[in-house]
Protein backbone atom coordinates (compact mmCIF):
# COMPACT_ATOMS: atom_id res chain seq x y z
CA UNK A 1 0.00 0.00 0.00
CA UNK A 2 1.41 3.38 -1.10
CA UNK A 3 1.38 6.05 1.70
CA UNK A 4 -0.42 9.45 -0.16
CA UNK A 5 -0.55 12.79 1.40
CA UNK A 6 -4.18 13.83 2.18
CA UNK A 7 -4.23 16.72 -0.12
CA UNK A 8 -7.42 19.45 -0.44
CA UNK A 9 -8.43 17.95 -4.20
CA UNK A 10 -11.00 15.01 -4.96
CA UNK A 11 -8.72 11.85 -5.19
CA UNK A 12 -8.25 11.03 -9.10
CA UNK A 13 -10.13 8.09 -10.23
CA UNK A 14 -7.35 6.44 -12.52
CA UNK A 15 -3.70 7.25 -11.13
CA UNK A 16 -1.03 4.60 -11.90
CA UNK A 17 1.59 3.10 -9.28
CA UNK A 18 4.27 1.05 -10.04
CA UNK A 19 7.08 -0.52 -7.76
CA UNK A 20 10.37 -1.30 -8.91
CA UNK A 21 13.62 -2.15 -6.75
CA UNK A 22 11.69 -0.51 -3.55
CA UNK A 23 11.04 2.73 -5.40
CA UNK A 24 7.39 3.82 -6.31
CA UNK A 25 5.86 5.37 -9.83
CA UNK A 26 3.33 7.29 -10.52
CA UNK A 27 2.43 7.48 -14.51
CA UNK A 28 2.29 10.84 -15.93
CA UNK A 29 -0.96 10.60 -18.31
CA UNK A 30 0.28 13.30 -20.66
CA UNK A 31 3.88 12.13 -20.98
CA UNK A 32 3.05 8.87 -21.11
CA UNK A 33 5.83 7.37 -18.66
CA UNK A 34 6.44 6.31 -15.08
CA UNK A 35 8.11 9.48 -12.82
CA UNK A 36 9.40 8.95 -9.62
CA UNK A 37 6.53 9.32 -7.24
CA UNK A 38 7.75 12.17 -4.77
CA UNK A 39 5.28 14.75 -2.71
CA UNK A 40 5.49 17.10 -5.45
CA UNK A 41 5.17 14.51 -7.93
CA UNK A 42 1.78 13.52 -6.33
CA UNK A 43 0.51 16.97 -6.53
CA UNK A 44 0.95 17.77 -10.22
CA UNK A 45 -0.19 14.55 -11.14
CA UNK A 46 -3.58 14.75 -9.15
CA UNK A 47 -3.94 18.57 -10.20
CA UNK A 48 -3.47 17.30 -13.90
CA UNK A 49 -6.11 14.52 -13.28
CA UNK A 50 -8.30 17.13 -11.26
CA UNK A 51 -8.34 19.27 -14.22
CA UNK A 52 -8.96 16.56 -16.85
CA UNK A 53 -11.79 15.32 -14.46
CA UNK A 54 -13.76 18.09 -13.45
CA UNK A 55 -12.55 21.14 -16.36
CA UNK A 56 -12.66 18.61 -19.16
CA UNK A 57 -9.50 19.94 -20.67
CA UNK A 58 -7.87 17.39 -22.76
CA UNK A 59 -4.43 15.72 -22.94
CA UNK A 60 -3.90 17.99 -25.45
CA UNK A 61 -4.06 20.97 -23.46
CA UNK A 62 -1.47 20.61 -21.11
CA UNK A 63 2.40 21.08 -21.17
CA UNK A 64 4.54 19.95 -18.00
CA UNK A 65 7.90 20.64 -17.30
CA UNK A 66 8.50 22.80 -19.86
CA UNK A 67 11.98 24.56 -20.07
CA UNK A 68 12.00 28.34 -19.79
CA UNK A 69 15.27 30.65 -20.65
CA UNK A 70 14.67 33.30 -17.29
CA UNK A 71 17.85 35.50 -17.17
CA UNK A 72 20.40 33.87 -18.75
CA UNK A 73 19.16 30.61 -16.88
CA UNK A 74 17.29 27.92 -17.18
CA UNK A 75 13.83 27.28 -15.40
CA UNK A 76 11.20 24.57 -15.24
CA UNK A 77 7.81 25.14 -15.45
CA UNK A 78 5.06 22.90 -13.87
CA UNK A 79 2.00 22.62 -15.68
CA UNK A 80 0.67 24.90 -18.33
CA UNK A 81 -2.98 24.49 -19.05
CA UNK A 82 -3.34 26.11 -23.32
CA UNK A 83 -6.70 27.13 -24.18
CA UNK A 84 -7.18 27.42 -27.92
CA UNK A 85 -3.62 27.14 -28.43
CA UNK A 86 -3.02 29.85 -26.32
CA UNK A 87 -1.34 30.04 -22.56
CA UNK A 88 -4.40 30.40 -20.12
CA UNK A 89 -3.01 29.18 -16.54
CA UNK A 90 0.20 28.39 -15.02
CA UNK A 91 0.12 26.47 -12.30
CA UNK A 92 3.46 26.33 -9.70
CA UNK A 93 2.91 22.82 -7.65
CA UNK A 94 4.95 22.51 -4.14
CA UNK A 95 4.84 19.40 -1.94
CA UNK A 96 1.73 19.22 0.84
CA UNK A 97 4.63 20.42 3.67
CA UNK A 98 6.10 23.37 1.81
CA UNK A 99 4.08 26.47 2.41
CA UNK A 100 2.71 28.75 -0.60
CA UNK A 101 4.50 31.87 -0.04
CA UNK A 102 5.20 35.26 -1.41
CA UNK A 103 8.21 33.66 -2.78
CA UNK A 104 6.37 31.15 -4.47
CA UNK A 105 3.72 33.93 -5.92
CA UNK A 106 6.94 36.18 -7.04
CA UNK A 107 8.55 32.73 -9.18
CA UNK A 108 5.88 31.63 -10.79
CA UNK A 109 5.13 35.54 -12.02
CA UNK A 110 8.72 36.08 -13.12
CA UNK A 111 7.85 32.55 -15.19
CA UNK A 112 5.14 34.32 -16.61
CA UNK A 113 7.09 36.97 -17.92
CA UNK A 114 7.58 34.66 -20.61
CA UNK A 115 4.81 32.36 -20.94
CA UNK A 116 2.10 35.25 -20.59
CA UNK A 117 -0.62 33.15 -19.57
CA UNK A 118 -3.81 34.56 -18.25
CA UNK A 119 -4.10 33.12 -14.63
CA UNK A 120 -1.44 31.60 -12.12
CA UNK A 121 -2.73 29.22 -9.68
CA UNK A 122 -0.09 28.52 -6.93
CA UNK A 123 -0.79 24.72 -4.92
CA UNK A 124 0.57 22.72 -2.84
CA UNK A 125 -2.51 20.35 -2.91
CA UNK A 126 -3.56 21.48 0.15
CA UNK A 127 -3.82 26.07 0.00
CA UNK A 128 -4.53 26.69 -3.97
CA UNK A 129 -4.34 30.67 -4.68
CA UNK A 130 -5.38 31.57 -7.87
CA UNK A 131 -4.62 34.67 -9.11
CA UNK A 132 -5.90 36.83 -12.53
CA UNK A 133 -3.28 38.88 -14.63
CA UNK A 134 -5.21 42.14 -15.25
CA UNK A 135 -3.51 42.95 -18.87
CA UNK A 136 -5.14 47.02 -18.21
CA UNK A 137 -3.37 47.39 -15.28
CA UNK A 138 -0.25 45.38 -15.30
CA UNK A 139 -1.51 43.67 -12.04
CA UNK A 140 -2.31 40.19 -10.99
CA UNK A 141 -5.74 40.14 -8.89
CA UNK A 142 -6.45 37.31 -6.57
CA UNK A 143 -9.88 35.45 -7.40
CA UNK A 144 -11.46 32.70 -5.09
CA UNK A 145 -10.21 29.32 -6.18
CA UNK A 146 -13.61 26.44 -6.48
CA UNK A 147 -12.78 23.31 -6.18
CA UNK A 148 -15.91 22.47 -7.23
Keep these: MIDLPKLNLPKPTNLKFKQENSKVYIFDEIR ?3 LLLTPEEY ?3 TVVHFFMEYHNHT ?3 FILEKKIELNKTIKRIDILILKKDFPYLLIECKAPDIKITEETFFQSARYNTII ?3 KI ?3 NGITHLLFNFNKENSIYEQESF ?3
Design 146 to 148: MIF
Design 121 to 123: LLT
Design 59 to 61: KSA
Design 32 to 34: RKY
Design 43 to 45: VRQ
Design 116 to 118: KAQ
